[in-house]
């Protein structure tokens, strides 16, 4: 049995194969690849992209799809082992997964950080736990990384690009009024030097670092590609001869969760917004971010909206690369 929790789980080859895959449903959306299968998506925050392309890409397949969402449509979980169970969780994760393997061929999860303890929250407990209790593959709907966003990311930057080794590839740090997950921005990291390309983290300073966890794996990654990694404090260096500038927010680790303490070194970054001075540096770059994005905040209107923007293609392959991926779960990965 296979679970796809984080890309460092497979290879490149691996993921290759449900891009070339996620390509040709994306050309035939309604195929009876999955009749008589069935998917539980459990959902502990919210959702627009994924929920609706997971939902739609189970339904185009001929499969159904479940939504749960703990603590509102379904009993509260609990996730510690040997916990006396008198808090507000009704059920145990150890049940839960169990039962819903027994109903269900794929489990698929989105869980945030609580934001309390990042030295606890990077053990990724929620979707580790369902992984070790469930007996059919669980899919990571983004929890500390974001594995499904990284493949439609990469299909979208092939569709542009053709081969993208030694492209040059900017994954910026932007501001936002609120310090947000590092999960895009780690998986942006694992699956651009995966894929080869010379990769730039532009941070304003070095607490905006992500996890030494991924730094490291991207360091590898490259090593293993062909690629390169490199950190970067110098905007305009950041973004010279950029071929891809990938803009993200997120909050620096050392204040996770006391967002109120870091705001004002946050609010000095404001200029970190991709504009079109910015882009005007680069090698005619393609411009995307994950969404949802604040226009004006992160990316100005005229970048976001110009025809270098690949923000729309790719939420739209989220639909198609999932497809692939629950196909291939479902029907080689399982048992």
């Known amino acids: 049995m296979r679970h796809f929790i984080s890309t460092e789980d497979w290879t490149q080859a691996e993921l290759q194969a449900l891009i070339d895959e996620a390509r040709l449903l994306k050309a035939a959306p309604f195929q009876p690849l999955l009749q008589n299968k069935s ?31 703990p603590g509102k449509s379904a009993w509260p979980l609990e996730f510690k082992e040997g916990v006396v169970m008198d808090g507000e969780a009704e059920e145990h994760v150890a049940e839960a997964a169990r039962v819903l393997a027994r109903y269900c061929d794929i489990i698929a999860v989105r869980a945030f950080p609580k934001f309390v303890d990042w030295g606890f929250d ?49 994954m910026t740090w932007t501001y936002h009024p609120k310090g947000l997950n590092t999960a895009v921005a780690n998986s942006g990291l694992l699956i651009s030097t995966k894929f080869g390309m010379d990769v ?101 209107d005229a970048v976001i909206d110009s025809p270098q923007s690949m923000v729309i293609d790719e939420a739209e392959n989220r639909l198609h690369a999932q497809k692939a991926l629950m196909h291939q779960l479902a029907t080689t990965y399982r048992g």
């Open 122 to 170: 990077r053990t990724d407990p929620v979707i580790k736990t369902f992984a070790k209790y469930s007996t059919v593959p669980v899919i990571n709907m983004e929890t500390i990384t974001h594995p499904c966003q990284e493949l439609a990311h990469m299909m979208a930057l092939q569709e542009r690009m053709g081969d993208v080794r030694k492209k040059k590839y900017v």
């Open 200 to 300: 730039t983290l532009l941070c304003p300073e070095e607490a905006y670092h992500l996890d030494e966890r991924y730094m490291s794996a991207a360091k590898a990654n490259a090593e293993a590609s062909g690629g390169s990694f490199q950190v970067s404090y110098d905007i305009d260096e950041a973004y010279a001869g950029a071929d891809v500038v990938y803009a993200k927010s997120w909050g620096a680790l050392p204040y996770f969760g006391n967002w109120d303490a870091e705001k004002p070194m946050r609010d000095k970054y404001k200029h970190f917004i991709v504009d079109e001075r910015k882009m005007a540096l680069t090698n005619n770059a393609i411009f995307s971010h994950c969404l949802p994005c604040r226009r004006n905040i992160k990316v100005t």
């Open 39 to 69: 998917i539980a998506l459990v959902f502990f925050n919210p959702s627009l992209r994924t929920r609706s392309s997971f939902e739609l890409g189970m339904w185009q397949l001929g499969g159904h799809a479940l939504v749960l969402e």
